[in-house]
């Protein structure tokens, strides 16, 4: 009996039972049934629900759908499903649902971001140029924004040294990082914001408050299309806000064209070259410093719309 329960995977119990009831009266008297909940019962998305999100991850990478993270992980799945549906599932319930769809981890190949040309051509030859136009019939102002981060650790270029006797930089092992969000215009203004962590929505609204802040004219703002761009409180304060404010989002995967890319390559080279900081003061100092430096020198910012890929902004 143990043998056959083993091979049926049912426990002893059942198989003695199963016997007993198949000796009174046939396979007939035999109870067959599966125990517990029925197939698909307590499941907390429809099945149109879950064709959805299988659609969604299969077709699209969550960085597409201003998410944060680079590869559909559960708890990324997990949020997708809260922020489309309103439901919200473990962790552990989300892995349930992943198996049952037939979906299993794997090593993500890698591909090198590619903008799409046509996109490109499009925002530089016909959005761009409406956005100009607009902002000179109305005598707005525009600005180009962007947000970059800062290590403790980083540290770049080359020094001398006798040959063979590669120098040694001696850096802190606690690494601290530091973000700056800031924008640039082609007259040569700058405006920056030194923050900890990621960028969030509170973070990103202060920041524009400050913009706005004095101003008797609209600010037309560019940025890159990121998730903490298009969050509720981002975009409510920015319909509150429509008549001193309006934000446009360069086609993805075009960091190039954003004169304020210049800016921060600028700064990083700055912060860089600078000794290792052995704490986030430190480091906090040093580009404080750096932006400070570069934000006296308007015609250094006015020189970054002359590169190549941003001279369409210059005029």
């Known amino acids: 009996m143990r043998e056959v329960a083993r091979q049926c995977e049912l426990s002893t119990h059942t198989v003695v039972e199963a016997h007993k009831s198949y000796r009174r009266g046939g396979w007939k008297?035999?109870?067959?049934?599966?125990?517990?909940?029925?197939?698909?019962?307590?499941?907390?998305?429809?099945?149109?629900?879950?064709?959805?999100?299988?659609?969604?991850?299969?077709?699209?990478?969550?960085?597409?759908?201003?998410?944060?993270?680079?590869?559909?992980?559960?708890?990324?799945?997990?949020?997708?499903?809260?922020?489309?549906?309103?439901?919200?599932?473990?962790?552990?319930?989300?892995?349930?649902?992943?198996?049952?769809?037939?979906?299993?981890?794997?090593?993500?190949?890698?591909?090198?971001?590619?903008?799409?040309?046509?996109?490109?051509?499009?925002?530089?030859?016909?959005?761009?140029?409406?956005?100009?136009?607009?902002?000179?019939?109305?005598?707005?102002?525009?600005?180009?924004?962007?947000?970059?981060?800062?290590?403790?650790?980083?540290v770049r270029g080359r020094g001398y040294a006798p040959k063979a006797k590669t120098p040694v930089v001696v850096a802190n092992a606690n690494r601290s990082r530091l973000s700056v969000i800031s924008t640039v215009t082609n007259k040569?203004?700058?405006?920056?914001?030194?923050?900890?962590?990621?960028?969030?929505?509170?973070?990103?609204?202060?920041?524009?408050?400050?913009?706005?802040?004095?101003?008797?004219?609209?600010?037309?703002?560019i940025l890159y299309n990121l998730r903490a761009h298009h969050s509720k409180a981002v975009k409510k304060w920015l319909a509150d806000n429509e008549e001193k404010i309006a934000v446009f989002y360069l086609p993805s995967y075009s960091p190039e064209l954003n004169p304020d890319e210049l800016l921060n390559a600028d700064l990083k080279q700055r912060v860089t070259q600078a000794a290792p900081a052995r704490n986030k003061l430190a480091l906090t100092r040093t580009a404080i410093s750096a932006l400070r430096s570069i934000q006296k020198q308007p015609e250094r910012v006015e020189n970054y719309f002359g590169q190549k890929d941003v001279c369409y902004a210059a005029a």
């Open 29 to 154: 008297a035999v109870n067959i049934h599966r125990a517990g909940r029925p197939v698909g019962s307590g499941r907390m998305l429809t099945a149109e629900q879950e064709k959805k999100i299988q659609q969604l991850i299969q077709d699209r990478t969550p960085d597409q759908l201003k998410m944060t993270y680079a590869l559909w992980t559960r708890q990324a799945v997990s949020e997708l499903i809260e922020a489309v549906f309103g439901i919200r599932l473990t962790v552990r319930n989300m892995g349930k649902y992943l198996k049952r769809w037939g979906f299993t981890p794997q090593r993500p190949l890698k591909k090198a971001d590619e903008p799409s040309p046509e996109a490109v051509a499009k925002w530089v030859n016909e959005e761009y140029p409406k956005i100009a136009a607009a902002a000179k019939a109305e005598g707005a102002e525009i600005q180009w924004g962007d947000e970059t981060g800062l290590r403790s650790d980083d």
């Open 188 to 221: 040569g203004e700058m405006r920056w914001k030194v923050f900890s962590g990621a960028l969030d929505a509170t973070i990103l609204i202060g920041f524009l408050k400050r913009l706005v802040h004095g101003r008797n004219k609209r600010v037309f703002l």
